[in-house]
Protein backbone atom coordinates (compact mmCIF):
# COMPACT_ATOMS: atom_id res chain seq x y z
CA UNK A 1 0.00 0.00 0.00
CA UNK A 2 1.56 3.64 -1.48
CA UNK A 3 2.46 5.24 2.17
CA UNK A 4 4.50 7.83 3.21
CA UNK A 5 7.86 6.23 4.74
CA UNK A 6 10.15 9.68 5.40
CA UNK A 7 9.30 12.01 8.04
CA UNK A 8 11.04 15.75 8.10
CA UNK A 9 8.78 17.06 10.31
CA UNK A 10 8.08 16.36 14.04
CA UNK A 11 3.83 16.02 15.02
CA UNK A 12 4.06 19.57 17.28
CA UNK A 13 5.97 20.90 13.65
CA UNK A 14 2.89 19.56 11.48
CA UNK A 15 0.47 20.66 14.55
CA UNK A 16 1.25 23.74 14.14
CA UNK A 17 1.55 23.93 10.44
CA UNK A 18 -2.15 23.02 10.52
CA UNK A 19 -3.27 25.88 12.76
CA UNK A 20 -1.65 28.31 10.39
CA UNK A 21 -3.30 27.13 7.41
CA UNK A 22 -6.43 26.74 9.20
CA UNK A 23 -6.13 30.36 9.62
CA UNK A 24 -6.77 31.31 6.02
CA UNK A 25 -9.83 32.42 4.66
CA UNK A 26 -9.91 31.29 0.79
CA UNK A 27 -10.09 27.41 2.31
CA UNK A 28 -10.00 26.17 -1.54
CA UNK A 29 -6.50 27.57 -2.61
CA UNK A 30 -4.27 27.76 0.66
CA UNK A 31 -2.06 24.52 0.75
CA UNK A 32 -3.07 21.38 2.14
CA UNK A 33 -0.44 19.89 4.89
CA UNK A 34 1.45 17.42 2.46
CA UNK A 35 1.47 20.97 -0.14
CA UNK A 36 3.32 22.55 2.50
CA UNK A 37 5.27 19.62 3.06
CA UNK A 38 6.24 18.99 -0.62
CA UNK A 39 6.87 22.83 -0.95
CA UNK A 40 9.36 23.25 1.90
CA UNK A 41 11.28 20.31 -0.30
CA UNK A 42 11.44 21.68 -3.15
CA UNK A 43 12.69 25.54 -1.06
CA UNK A 44 15.03 23.68 0.38
CA UNK A 45 16.83 22.12 -2.96
CA UNK A 46 16.75 25.75 -4.93
CA UNK A 47 20.00 26.04 -5.57
CA UNK A 48 20.06 30.02 -4.40
CA UNK A 49 18.09 30.90 -1.29
CA UNK A 50 14.50 32.39 -1.62
CA UNK A 51 13.50 34.70 1.18
CA UNK A 52 10.51 34.28 3.54
CA UNK A 53 9.12 37.08 1.99
CA UNK A 54 9.10 35.66 -1.49
CA UNK A 55 7.83 32.13 -0.36
CA UNK A 56 5.37 32.37 2.62
CA UNK A 57 2.83 34.23 0.22
CA UNK A 58 2.44 31.20 -2.25
CA UNK A 59 1.50 29.30 1.12
CA UNK A 60 -1.63 31.67 0.79
CA UNK A 61 -2.28 32.28 -2.65
CA UNK A 62 -1.98 35.97 -1.25
CA UNK A 63 -0.40 37.71 2.12
CA UNK A 64 -0.75 35.36 5.61
CA UNK A 65 -3.75 35.15 7.31
CA UNK A 66 -4.33 37.71 10.22
CA UNK A 67 -3.38 36.47 13.81
CA UNK A 68 -5.43 36.64 16.46
CA UNK A 69 -2.21 38.40 18.80
CA UNK A 70 1.49 39.02 18.51
CA UNK A 71 2.41 35.29 20.29
CA UNK A 72 0.08 33.50 17.34
CA UNK A 73 2.27 35.32 14.90
CA UNK A 74 5.29 34.69 16.57
CA UNK A 75 4.23 30.60 17.56
CA UNK A 76 3.06 30.05 13.86
CA UNK A 77 5.26 32.18 11.60
CA UNK A 78 8.41 31.27 13.37
CA UNK A 79 7.24 27.26 13.56
CA UNK A 80 7.07 27.45 9.22
CA UNK A 81 10.50 28.86 9.33
CA UNK A 82 11.93 26.19 11.82
CA UNK A 83 10.40 23.61 9.40
CA UNK A 84 12.11 24.75 6.11
CA UNK A 85 15.07 24.69 8.37
CA UNK A 86 13.96 21.10 8.95
CA UNK A 87 14.37 20.60 5.61
CA UNK A 88 17.76 22.55 4.56
CA UNK A 89 19.11 20.40 7.97
CA UNK A 90 18.08 17.19 6.03
CA UNK A 91 19.62 18.15 2.57
CA UNK A 92 22.90 19.39 4.48
CA UNK A 93 23.35 15.90 6.20
CA UNK A 94 22.20 14.31 2.75
CA UNK A 95 19.19 12.78 4.57
CA UNK A 96 16.64 14.50 2.35
CA UNK A 97 14.79 11.84 -0.33
CA UNK A 98 11.62 11.23 -1.77
CA UNK A 99 9.33 10.65 1.30
CA UNK A 100 6.80 8.50 -0.04
CA UNK A 101 6.44 3.96 -1.16
CA UNK A 102 4.24 4.57 -4.26
CA UNK A 103 3.89 0.63 -4.42
CA UNK A 104 -0.10 -0.19 -4.51
CA UNK A 105 -1.46 3.07 -4.27
CA UNK A 106 -4.84 3.86 -2.66
CA UNK A 107 -7.20 6.81 -3.55
CA UNK A 108 -6.24 8.72 -0.16
CA UNK A 109 -2.71 8.31 -0.67
CA UNK A 110 -3.08 9.60 -4.78
CA UNK A 111 -4.34 12.64 -3.26
CA UNK A 112 -1.56 12.98 -0.96
CA UNK A 113 0.93 12.09 -3.54
CA UNK A 114 -0.60 14.70 -6.08
CA UNK A 115 -0.42 17.77 -3.39
CA UNK A 116 2.52 16.63 -2.04
CA UNK A 117 3.56 16.59 -5.68
CA UNK A 118 2.22 20.18 -6.32
CA UNK A 119 3.61 22.13 -3.97
CA UNK A 120 7.01 20.68 -5.12
CA UNK A 121 6.52 22.15 -8.13
CA UNK A 122 5.22 25.41 -7.01
CA UNK A 123 8.75 25.47 -5.23
CA UNK A 124 10.43 24.82 -8.59
CA UNK A 125 8.34 27.43 -10.67
CA UNK A 126 9.15 30.11 -8.06
CA UNK A 127 12.39 30.81 -9.45
CA UNK A 128 12.20 29.34 -13.05
CA UNK A 129 15.55 30.98 -14.13
CA UNK A 130 17.54 29.05 -11.32
CA UNK A 131 17.19 25.92 -13.03
CA UNK A 132 18.85 26.62 -16.46
CA UNK A 133 15.91 24.86 -18.78
CA UNK A 134 12.81 26.65 -19.49
CA UNK A 135 10.21 25.75 -17.27
CA UNK A 136 7.09 27.11 -18.91
CA UNK A 137 7.51 25.24 -22.49
CA UNK A 138 7.33 21.44 -21.88
CA UNK A 139 8.30 21.75 -25.93
CA UNK A 140 11.92 22.68 -25.34
CA UNK A 141 12.64 19.18 -24.71
CA UNK A 142 15.35 18.83 -27.36
CA UNK A 143 17.71 21.85 -26.43
CA UNK A 144 19.55 20.94 -23.55
CA UNK A 145 22.96 18.89 -22.82
CA UNK A 146 23.11 15.60 -21.00
CA UNK A 147 22.49 16.62 -17.54
CA UNK A 148 20.29 19.61 -17.96
CA UNK A 149 17.96 17.25 -20.40
CA UNK A 150 17.72 14.87 -17.56
CA UNK A 151 16.45 17.31 -15.22
CA UNK A 152 14.12 18.81 -17.32
CA UNK A 153 12.95 15.38 -18.39
CA UNK A 154 12.59 15.16 -14.63
CA UNK A 155 10.18 18.47 -14.01
CA UNK A 156 8.28 17.24 -17.28
CA UNK A 157 6.99 14.13 -15.47
CA UNK A 158 6.09 15.86 -12.49
CA UNK A 159 4.30 18.60 -14.30
CA UNK A 160 3.03 15.26 -16.18
CA UNK A 161 1.74 13.59 -12.98
CA UNK A 162 -0.27 16.93 -12.28
CA UNK A 163 -1.38 17.48 -15.90
CA UNK A 164 -1.75 14.27 -18.19
CA UNK A 165 -3.09 15.96 -20.89
CA UNK A 166 -0.20 18.14 -21.42
CA UNK A 167 2.29 15.53 -21.07
CA UNK A 168 0.37 13.78 -23.48
CA UNK A 169 1.18 16.20 -26.03
CA UNK A 170 4.66 15.91 -25.60
CA UNK A 171 5.64 12.25 -24.62
CA UNK A 172 3.43 10.77 -27.44
CA UNK A 173 2.24 13.15 -30.27
CA UNK A 174 5.24 15.60 -30.67
CA UNK A 175 8.28 13.42 -29.53
CA UNK A 176 7.06 10.40 -29.55
CA UNK A 177 9.13 9.20 -26.36
CA UNK A 178 6.19 6.74 -25.14
CA UNK A 179 4.01 4.76 -27.19
CA UNK A 180 0.32 5.29 -26.05
CA UNK A 181 -1.55 6.31 -22.65
CA UNK A 182 -0.86 3.18 -20.82
CA UNK A 183 3.39 3.69 -21.18
CA UNK A 184 2.86 7.44 -20.24
CA UNK A 185 0.89 6.79 -17.38
CA UNK A 186 3.03 4.13 -15.87
CA UNK A 187 6.52 5.19 -16.83
CA UNK A 188 5.02 8.92 -15.63
CA UNK A 189 4.06 7.34 -11.87
CA UNK A 190 7.06 5.47 -11.49
CA UNK A 191 9.35 8.20 -12.44
CA UNK A 192 8.47 10.05 -9.65
CA UNK A 193 11.00 9.14 -6.65
CA UNK A 194 13.86 9.38 -9.36
CA UNK A 195 11.85 12.82 -10.88
CA UNK A 196 12.41 14.24 -7.31
CA UNK A 197 15.84 12.75 -6.76
CA UNK A 198 17.25 14.31 -10.00
CA UNK A 199 16.34 17.77 -9.77
CA UNK A 200 17.54 17.50 -6.24
CA UNK A 201 21.34 16.63 -7.11
CA UNK A 202 21.21 19.11 -10.24
CA UNK A 203 20.24 21.68 -7.64
CA UNK A 204 23.23 20.53 -5.48
CA UNK A 205 25.25 20.67 -8.73
CA UNK A 206 24.47 24.41 -9.77
CA UNK A 207 25.12 25.59 -5.98
CA UNK A 208 28.41 24.29 -5.82
CA UNK A 209 28.97 25.64 -9.39
CA UNK A 210 27.81 29.34 -7.78
CA UNK A 211 29.87 28.71 -5.49
CA UNK A 212 33.86 28.45 -7.13
Known amino acids: M???VKEYLSSKQKD???????LAENKDKVFTLSAVEGFLFGIAITPYPIAPSRWVPVIFDGPPPAFENKEQFTTLMYNLLDCYNSYISALSNNELSFPFDIENPTEDFL????DWVAGFLEAILLTPDVWGFNLKELDSINYYDEKSMDAFLSFAFLFSFLKPEE??????????IMKDQKEFYTTVYWALPSAVETLKNYGLEIAKERLK
Open 2 to 4: GRK
Open 16 to 22: LLKEFLN
Open 111 to 114: KELT
Open 167 to 176: GEKIFIKKTK
